[in-house]
């Protein structure tokens, strides 16, 4: 995979011109009179600035390009509107707009000149407005300043994202090549999504609401249960139609994919073989510091958490006299947590790791996932009902992501399978959408306030959930820590061939090969480190805030500059060591533990057998911007240094060969 990206990246630093063309391409079409509407310009124009961020372009003429396009296009769009004046609503594709030309011209008499430099930022009207300021016999000069500022402005918000974006690709490549092209690839993939969303969206809305207007105007003529249904599912007439439906296909979704879940559990259909592979993958993703972050998150999702949560809701709602709205609420965690206990103790599925014992020992379905979907989706509705679009967007995303952090810690902390929360999430959304269709229908003018009672809820889990965190998280986290599985191995047999069963190169998350792994050292971690600092090398600086912003100046001394992590099948080092070698230059040592421990040659305890690489980092600061790392090929030279430096110490070093794999071991 690395090889594949890095050939990308070389072709086009070997033939910029393409790539300068289709920057300059796209940033004209992206303003061209109505094309623009449907031509993903901008990002084409943040590509360029990746690329740029990735070394594989000059920035100033990608700039140039960007800029030079923008300018052209709506150039040529406002040349269009004053050679034709109203005879170009006429002209394809132009006549096929015309409520965008109408907007486009509402826009343009209310700003006036600066509305082209206001559009170009604005979605469909950046490829009309030009249009319109020709057509309105916008004066050239005037025009000519506002498109040459809106270009500069524009193609330095495309490009600047861009750029950072590239760079950070080459910090993640140094984790995994393959994780690199993962992020270009989640990127584009988002966008062509949203893209194909709202096109979809342009496209097939009159006919969807034409279809919808023959359905109730059907309806309107009839009493029978099947036209209530319509009506009150798509009547446009109805505040509560959308909420209504929204709630039946969640309703109906959420049925169909936990049933579907609970026959493959049952069944032991391939869903079971995913859980395996999703739970392995999770384990060796685990870090010291992502233990902590998500057993602080588990924590929030707790049954104190949640109580509280549960209880202050109650209290308010009985405070303002919204008595069936408390019913509703106590209806559904009450009968959320009934199902999850019957159906723990009917299935009696056990957890991936015996991580609880007691009342609680069965996996299927996951406490944490459908009490916190149930709690704060149903909240989330009461919040949301009677909002403005904005409002209830902005509390439908905050309860979402409260919901998939908690769900998500379950599964990274290994005490769920991915089956036992994909099933606790459908049957909490099914089961809040149906509650939520009977509220819609039976409770009347009882309106829930959605920002004092969003404060009582914060407030709620920020002090209840803050002092569970605090007075149980040291417990929780060695509850739930990884415990991998260490064998001993006597030190002779390490020495003769046992280094073998190691493995020889550093793997990233998609299984390439990267750099080889060619030291194995047993011994404590502070024998380890003296030995390196007695012979020059020391310990980087650790990754905090300050550190992580050195890498953004250009001339950040190499010894103050953090060591960017590399995973071996998700697993991050667990020592690192560094050695300046010049102004540019240093070696760097990482360390992983194995899974064996070697017997002490004394009466000692068994060493723990480390096994790394070391590699030489040179700096780069492309256009005096930023600093980066490369890693350089040469694996043989700084693996000569360690030894060197190792032996003058005293310290055990030899080296062993096999089929062409040589391994530096030590201790």
């Known amino acids: 995979m690395e090889s594949h990206l890095q050939a990308l990246i070389g072709y086009f630093s070997e033939h910029p011109q393409w790539a300068l063309a289709a920057v300059f391409a796209a940033a004209l079409l992206e303003s061209l009179a109505v094309i623009g509407t449907v031509v993903p310009g901008s990002s084409i124009v943040f590509v360029g600035g990746v690329l740029v961020g990735l070394q594989a372009l000059d920035p100033a003429s990608v700039a140039i390009a960007a800029v030079c396009g923008a300018i052209a296009g709506d150039g040529t769009s406002y040349w269009l509107g004053r050679r034709h004046r109203d005879r170009i609503r006429a002209l394809w594709p132009m006549k096929a707009y015309p409520a965008l030309f109408d907007r486009g011209q509402a826009y343009f008499a209310k700003n006036g000149g600066k509305s082209v430099f206001l559009a170009r930022f604005l979605g469909p009207l950046r490829a009309v407005v030009p249009v319109v300021a020709g057509m309105s016999g916008l004066p050239a000069p005037q025009f000519c300043v506002f498109n040459v500022l809106s270009a500069l402005v524009w193609a330095a918000a495309h490009l600047a994202p861009g750029f950072l974006f590239g760079a950070s690709l080459q910090l993640a490549g140094a984790v995994s090549s393959r994780l690199a092209v993962l992020l270009l690839f989640v990127a584009g993939a988002l966008w062509l999504v949203v893209w194909l969303v709202a096109l979809l969206h342009r496209q097939a809305r009159p006919r969807i609401e034409g279809w919808r207007d023959r359905a109730v105007a059907w309806a ?206 459908s049957l909490g959304l099914a089961w809040a959408a149906l509650l939520s269709i009977a509220y819609l229908n039976h409770v009347g003018p009882e309106k829930v306030s959605a920002l004092p009672l969003s404060m009582v809820v914060g407030l709620t889990l920020a002090l209840v959930g803050g002092w569970v965190v605090v007075e149980d998280h040291r417990a929780d986290l060695a509850q739930y820590a990884y415990r991998p599985r260490s064998d001993t191995v006597p030190v002779a047999d390490w020495r003769a061939d046992g280094w073998r069963r190691l493995a020889s190169t550093r793997t990233d998350l998609g299984g390439d090969a990267e750099e080889p792994l060619s030291v194995q050292w047993a011994g404590p971690t502070e024998e380890v480190a003296g030995i390196l600092n007695r012979a020059g090398w020391h310990a980087p600086p650790p990754w905090a805030a300050k550190t992580a912003l050195l890498w953004l100046l250009p001339n950040t001394p190499i010894d103050q500059l953090a060591v960017l992590p590399k995973l071996d099948y998700g697993e991050a080092q667990g020592m690192t060591f560094i050695k300046v070698l010049n102004a540019d230059e240093r070696t760097v040592l990482r360390l992983w533990l194995s899974a064996y421990v070697v017997e002490s040659t004394g009466a000692g305890p068994p060493h723990p057998l480390w096994i790394g690489m070391v590699t030489t980092e040179r700096l780069r600061r492309p256009v005096g911007l930023i600093t980066l790392a490369a890693t350089q090929h040469d694996f043989t030279t700084p693996l000569r240094r360690l030894a060197q430096d190792v032996r003058a110490q005293q310290g055990s070093a030899q080296w062993q060969e096999w089929t062409g794999r040589v391994v530096l071991l030590i201790g």
């Not at 009461?382 to 509390?395: E, Q, S, Y």
């Open 220 to 425: 309107s003529t009839r009493s029978n249960l099947p036209a209530r249904i319509v009506l009150s599912l798509f009547d446009p007439t109805r505040v509560e139609s959308k909420a209504l439906l929204a709630a039946a296909l969640m309703l109906i979704g959420g049925a169909w994919l936990f049933f579907g879940v609970l026959e493959d559990v049952l069944s032991n259909d391939p869903l079971v073989q995913v859980d395996r592979r999703v739970y392995a993958m999770l384990q060796m993703l685990r870090t010291a510091w992502g233990d902590s972050l998500m057993v602080a998150v588990t924590e929030l999702g707790s049954a104190p958490a949640v109580i509280s949560v549960i209880t202050a809701v109650s209290l308010w709602l009985a405070a303002k006299r919204c008595w069936r709205t408390l019913g509703y609420w106590l209806a559904a965690v009450g009968f959320a947590q009934l199902l999850v206990w019957t159906l723990k103790f009917t299935l009696g599925r056990a957890r991936p790791t015996e991580i609880y014992s007691g009342i609680d020992p069965f996996s299927f379905p996951s406490g944490h996932a459908a009490m916190n979907i149930v709690v704060y989706g149903f909240l989330a509705f009461l919040l949301a009902r009677a909002k403005p679009v904005g409002t209830k967007i902005a509390i439908t995303l905050s309860a979402a992501m409260v919901i998939l952090l908690i769900a998500f810690s379950r599964l990274y902390l290994g005490a769920h399978w991915f089956s036992d929360v994909l099933a606790s999430l």
